[in-house]
């Protein structure tokens, strides 16, 4: 779902992707798998993502208990990625993002991605809220 006011940006993406890098996620001296932040910006810088596919390393997006935790949000709407424990999770993302930006239109998650995807919200409870809120 989208709800937009009259406010209007120049840099509308595709996608943006978030990388947890918070209390959690990638904190090695936790116990938790590496977070290859370094990597990830540089790979971005390096195929000039950012127009197409915004790369936003985050602090603590809520759902700790799933380390690492990823977020792809699009037009329609967010994928939650939990539990991800390889470089080649972080690898594929990148990938998919290339290949977003090459097309210059979204494409499915790949499937060694999706298999990670969780449900972020209490979707019962959320019901209703948009048309609830006043948009001023
Ligand atoms: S530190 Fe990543 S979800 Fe909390």
Redo the contacts with the bound molecule.
């Keep these: 779902m989208t709800v937009t006011g009259g406010a209007v940006t120049k840099r509308a993406v595709l996608a943006q992707v978030l990388i ?6 990638g ?1 090695t001296e936790k116990g938790k798998p590496p977070v290859p932040v370094d990597w990830l910006k540089a790979r971005w810088k390096e195929l000039g993502l950012k127009k197409r596919v915004q790369l936003t390393i985050s ?6 208990d ?4 990823v977020c792809v949000m699009t037009q329609q709407g967010p994928v939650w990625l939990g539990g991800l424990t390889d470089f080649d999770h972080y690898a594929a993302i990148a990938d998919w993002a290339s290949a977003v930006m090459e097309r210059g239109a979204l494409l499915p998650l790949p499937e060694e991605l999706m298999r990670f995807a969780f449900e972020r919200f209490d979707v019962g409870a959320g019901a209703g809220l948009y048309t609830a809120l006043p948009i001023n």
């Design positions: 947890c890098s918070g209390c959690c996620c904190k602090g603590c997006l809520g759902p700790c799933l380390v690492n935790v």
